[in-house]
Nanobody
Framework: QVQLVESGGGLVQAGGSLRLSCAASPRPFSSYVMGWFRQAPGKEREFVAGISWTGSMLYYADSVKGRFTISRDNAKNSVYLQMNSLKPEDTAVYYC?????????????????WGQGTQVTVSS
């Protein structure tokens, strides 16, 4: 039941950076996990990164590890995805999602709330 709104997408050249933001309303409960997913045309929606609303749990997909960083600002009810060294294969619609779980899940089915998505396009 958490409303999520993504922002920060755009067009960037390979090797560039973008920061995505996800604003949640109302404030997520402490048991929530926040995740970033992406979906390219003709592809399945895939997990990118996840973070617990409280505690210190973090998880990244192998494809973005070392390049992307997920973070949160509890006071602003927001989650961020800093994307560096972007590659053309990162091109996709990026979605913010929230799940009520004790651990970080990489499965789409685990997430109860979804944002509308923000387009990220990386040119070669």
């Amino acid at each position: 039941q958490v409303q999520l709104v993504e922002s920060g997408g755009g067009l960037v050249q390979a090797g560039g950076s973008l920061r995505l933001s996800c604003a949640a309303s109302p404030r997520p409960f402490s048991s929530y996990v926040m995740g970033w997913f992406r979906q390219a045309p003709g592809k399945e929606r895939e997990f990118v990164a996840g973070i617990s609303w409280t505690g210190s749990m973090l998880y990244y997909a192998d494809s973005v590890k070392g390049r992307f960083t997920i973070s949160r600002d509890n006071a602003k009810n927001s989650v961020y995805l800093q994307m560096n060294s972007l590659k053309p294969e990162d091109t996709a619609v990026y979605y913010c999602a929230a799940a009520r779980t004790v651990g970080i899940s990489t499965g789409v089915a685990a997430y109860d709330s979804w944002g509308q998505g923000t387009q990220v396009t990386v040119s070669s």
